[in-house]
């Protein structure tokens, strides 16, 4: 791979780009807005005239563009699917598991070689020895490429044959976030109401995160192995903790959308009898 195309020159496929050229590889872009690519070119990219002429260009062709859908916008483009032929498309989008089987079919009947991956970084972390980016597909295509898929992400993955699996991963850990974020927002609210700074909120939780990290592991652990007994924190205790919280929102004049949403999940699995199991227990709601 001395030479990669990377198509889609947004923040993080620019990031993309600027790794392999620190990298002395020969890198060829293209975006649907041109203006994005100056940067680039000056720093020793070559700008392709169109998308088939930067698939053309290379060997491999990384797409980094907003989902799946504006990525087979640009690939069912006349000629792009030719020139694609016979070399490696590594889709680095945004997307669910079905859309990277979907693009898997796609690849495979127009003879193309094909990877579905996510990355769990921000665009500043690219390049980074302990840099994340997941990939899923067939173990011969991942390993001819990753050696220079490392210049990209230290932390690189191959997750397994199953071309859905890195979206799948990708999907589960948004979700975790997804809580991650409101519930820093609602604690920022509640320091807010009380006249303290949400800066030592921030630190405090970066001090605690190899136990929050703990118990993630410890939470995997006993879904997976339906072990949900002798819990050291019960549903029930933290259910209360919870509801709560809906109160203090209350008395504090603060919104208190996800508290509710929360306390409510946590009521419906105590009064299905779960209150004395693992707070994980909570996923035997969600399954219904």
């Known amino acids: 791979m001395r030479n990669a195309t990377v198509i889609g020159l947004g923040e993080m496929g620019s990031a993309l780009a600027r790794a392999l050229i620190r ?16 940067p680039l070119v000056s720093e020793g990219a070559e700008l392709a005239r169109s998308a088939a002429a930067a698939a053309a260009a290379s060997p491999v062709t990384i797409m980094c563009v907003s989902d799946y859908e504006a990525a087979q916008g640009i690939l069912k483009a006349p000629q792009v699917a030719e020139a694609l032929r016979g070399r490696t498309l590594i889709q680095l989008g945004n ?12 690849a495979e009947a127009n003879g193309i070689e094909y990877l579905d991956g996510t990355i769990l970084a921000w665009p500043s972390q690219i390049g980074g020895a302990e840099t994340a980016i997941l990939v899923s597909g067939p173990t011969q295509t991942f390993s001819n490429v990753e050696a220079d898929l490392k210049l990209l992400a230290g932390g690189l993955k191959h997750t397994g044959e199953a071309v859905g699996e890195a979206a799948a991963v990708a999907a589960a850990t948004l979700s975790y976030l997804m809580g991650e974020w409101i519930g820093f927002c609602h604690g920022a609210l509640i320091l807010e109401a009380e006249g303290l700074r949400l800066d030592t909120f921030g630190a405090l ?22 072990d949900f007994g002798s819990p050291e924190s019960s549903l029930k205790t933290s ?5 709560r919280l809906v ?3 209350q008395e504090a004049g603060i919104n208190g959308e996800f508290p509710t949403f929360a306390g409510d999940l946590f009521k419906r699995a105590i009064d299905a009898g779960y209150g004395g199991e693992e707070h994980a227990a909570i996923i035997k709601i969600l399954r219904r």
């Open 239 to 243: 259910g209360s903790d919870i509801i």
């Open 95 to 106: 997307g669910t598991p079905q859309e990277a089987r979907d693009g898997a079919a796609w």
């Open 247 to 249: 109160r203090q929102a």
């Open 205 to 226: 939780i970066e001090a605690i995160s190899p136990i929050l990290g703990a118990e993630a592991k410890r939470m995997g652990h006993v879904i997976q192995t339906n």
């Open 23 to 38: 990298a002395d590889r020969h890198v060829t872009i293209w975006n649907r807005s041109a203006a994005k690519a100056a």
